[in-house]
């Protein structure tokens, strides 16, 4: 698909610029620009660029660059096989800068055909309000647990200065202010940031939105990192069947570790091409043969598996495969 799409732009628009004949690199990105906002000196601010490869031939990111020092780019993972997903990680560099901040960051990718996308970040860091630590790191935190953490705000330039709320889209975080210290130019608040007990499992990056009274750049962003850690896990989390041909069958082993023993009662799948085969016994660690048979079907296959246990906790993995139509053996 990207070798057709490549030679019919070099065949019928030549004169083309390098941009409209590289649109199939940009394709893969879930978003081009980000907005850091306003956000405080020294504070930890990293935003993921997400990518997929959609592909049917190897994606390889060989690097990426950024036109002004404010902004430190890298990549998450340089190869990418169909359907994989990867990031370019943009971080805000708040220590050494200051003041409206932007910059664009350019990804080369060297296969399977050579290409740019540009990728453009933007913000406000303000010297006069600062947090300690740099962010809300609550760290590992284990399925079904709270867990809390405080972080200092302080200002300077003017004694009367407020915070007036604290703003979050994210239900399983709560917010409470505790006023420390007011004196000369100087203003010190302590904020306890809640993650409740029904935080999803998986990585948090989030952010808090703090609203003051002032009537230039109201608010300032802090960022919000952890990871939700399940009682029960699966490897590997995602699994690519290959290219199938009628009647062929492919089989894999999901491993499902828990952190005590436990039985797996149900395996759920909207797809009844896959089978699996499940243990009555109660341990730690399952080995779970999985088949899938093709049929006369073409396309993406894309499902997503639920593995249920006897101590109600679940965990998922993702299928994914193509169906040429043809059949075995011609």
């Excluded at 994989?84 to 990804?107: D, H, Q």
Aim: hydrophobic residues 40%; aromatic residues 6%.
């Amino acid at each position: 698909m990207v070798r057709s799409l490549i030679v019919g732009l070099l065949l019928l628009v030549p004169c083309a610029s390098m941009a409209s004949a590289q649109e199939w690199a940009r394709k893969m990105f879930k978003e081009v620009s980000h907005d850091f906002g306003t956000v405080a000196r020294g504070s930890k601010q990293i935003f993921e660029f997400e990518l997929q490869n959609i592909y049917k031939e190897d994606i390889h990111i060989s690097r990426v660059r950024a036109s002004c020092g404010c902004t430190i780019p890298s990549i998450k993972k340089h190869d990418l096989k169909t359907w994989e997903t990867g990031a370019i990680i943009a971080e805000y560099n708040t220590r050494s800068f200051l003041g409206k901040r932007g910059a664009t960051v350019t990804v080369t990718i060297d296969k399977p055909f050579p290409a740019e996308v540009q990728l453009t970040v933007k913000g406000y860091i303000r010297s006069d309000v600062t947090f300690s630590p740099a962010l809300v790191q609550f760290g590992d935190v284990e399925s079904g647990h709270a867990a809390e953490q405080r972080i200092t705000v302080n200002h300077s330039g003017r004694s009367s200065w407020k915070i007036t709320d604290v703003r979050s889209g994210n239900p399983h975080l709560e917010v409470r202010l505790n006023e420390k210290a007011r004196a000369g130019n100087r203003v010190t608040y302590d904020m306890f940031v809640k993650l409740k007990q029904g935080a999803p499992v998986g990585y948090l990056q989030d952010q808090l939105t703090i609203v003051t009274d002032d009537n230039q750049r109201q608010t300032v962003s802090v960022a919000v990192e952890g990871r939700v850690n399940s009682a029960l896990s699966v490897s590997p989390a995602t699994v690519f069947l290959g290219a199938l041909n009628v009647g062929q069958v492919a089989e894999k082993k999901l491993v499902v570790r828990g952190k005590k023993p436990f039985k797996i009662v149900a395996v759920r799948c909207n797809d009844a091409r896959f089978t699996f085969e499940t243990s009555e016994s109660a341990k730690m660690l399952h080995l779970l043969p999985m088949k899938f048979t093709a049929d006369s079907a073409t396309g993406k296959v894309s499902q997503t598996v639920v593995i249920e246990t006897d101590q109600g906790a679940t965990a998922e993995c993702i299928i994914t495969g193509d169906l040429t139509g043809a059949v075995a053996g011609n």
